[in-house]
């Protein structure tokens, strides 16, 4: 999945990735990584730039969304009935059995239903709301799926990998927000995570169907699977909101690891800014300003709090 998405991305942002494997060349590059070469955890410090920002692009991962109890089906413990999310989530896997696909889609759907915004979440949605009365931005980019950013009150959101709560209709390609539950009659009650559990197999017209005007066609979750690019108007987005701002957050995601890998580098490459909200530091850490151990609902609020300069009408 990584090569396919790294194509569709700038080639700056690959280019500059390598920039930290540069140490012996007498490039402006160089002294730019070295400068980089202590990450601070100062708090008092990350909050002078905070004050300072008008921009802030805030790139979330898995991390984020664990903390409020989604299951990812990734890694050990991670599996559906026998299959981890790399199995099920592909193209090949739902031509093949569209049934079994839709059954952990909607398992996950509803899992949703009992789950809620931290105070992660809650708390880079409430900063943006702030920030918007002084005429000061905040952006969230994010790999997940959940649509938790948007439960907390994120308004600003770029979601690279779609939503768990959006349909495309694999026919005409319409794109529909769906909170049905359940998505269909038929599903109702399937979708049960257990090994033992059979397969439902349920018949391709009576999974969720387009409802466009004599479409009829099957609909899928509007996410990115592996195997497939990532939507390049979001893309596009996204690299102007980078371009654009001066300070920039990674939360619940290392910094070497896709998707903060592709945008992060890039940012700190001109200089702004990179503060980590992770679980632990990894070697490319170095590259950052910042970066801040612990569970991003325990180190973001006291990050993205009001600051004493901040005047609200
Ligand atoms: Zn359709």
């Not at 959101?157 to 959006?166: A, M, R, V, W």
């Not at 794109?175 to 599903?187: E, H, R």
């Not at 257990?194 to 066609?217: F, H, M, S």
Request: charged letters at 20%; proline letters at 7%.
């Amino acid at each position: 999945m990584l090569m396919s998405l790294f194509q569709c991305t700038a080639r700056r942002v690959v280019s500059q990735a390598y920039c930290g494997l540069k140490a012996y060349s007498s490039s402006k590059k160089q002294k730019f990584c070295v400068e980089m070469a202590r990450p601070s955890s100062n708090m008092a410090d990350f909050r002078e730039v905070f004050a300072k920002a008008k921009h802030i692009a805030i790139i979330t991962g898995a991390g984020v969304s664990a903390e409020s109890g989604v299951p990812t089906f990734r890694g050990a413990g991670g599996f559906w009935r026998k299959w981890q999310a790399q199995e099920l989530a592909t193209p090949e896997a739902f031509a093949r059995n569209p049934s079994r696909v839709w059954e952990f889609y909607h398992y996950r759907r509803e899992v949703m239903l009992s789950k809620h915004p931290n105070p992660a979440h809650i708390a880079i949605a409430e900063c943006e709301k702030r920030l918007s009365k002084q005429g000061r931005s905040v952006v969230v980019i994010t790999q997940n799926i959940d649509e938790l950013h948007r439960k907390a009150g994120t308004k600003h959101l770029l979601e690279i990998h779609g939503s768990l709560f959006k349909t495309r209709c694999t026919n005409c390609g319409n794109v529909a927000a769906n909170y049905k539950s359940p998505i269909c009659p038929a599903l109702a009650g399937k979708g049960a995570p257990d090994p033992e559990t059979e397969d439902a197999a349920i018949p391709v017209e009576q999974l969720p169907q387009c409802e466009e005007d004599g479409c009829n066609g099957l609909l899928r979750p509007h996410v990115v699977w592996f195997g497939e690019t990532l939507d390049p108007d979001i893309l596009m987005e996204v690299e102007k909101e980078l371009d654009i701002c001066d300070l920039c957050l990674v939360v619940g995601t290392s910094s070497v690891v896709y998707p903060a890998a592709m945008f992060a580098p890039q940012v700190s490459a001109r200089g702004v800014p990179v503060a980590e909200f992770n679980m632990e530091a990894t070697p490319a850490t170095n590259r950052f300003r910042f970066h801040f151990s612990g569970p991003c609902g325990t180190t973001l609020p006291p990050a993205l709090a009001r600051h004493e300069t901040e005047i609200i009408s």
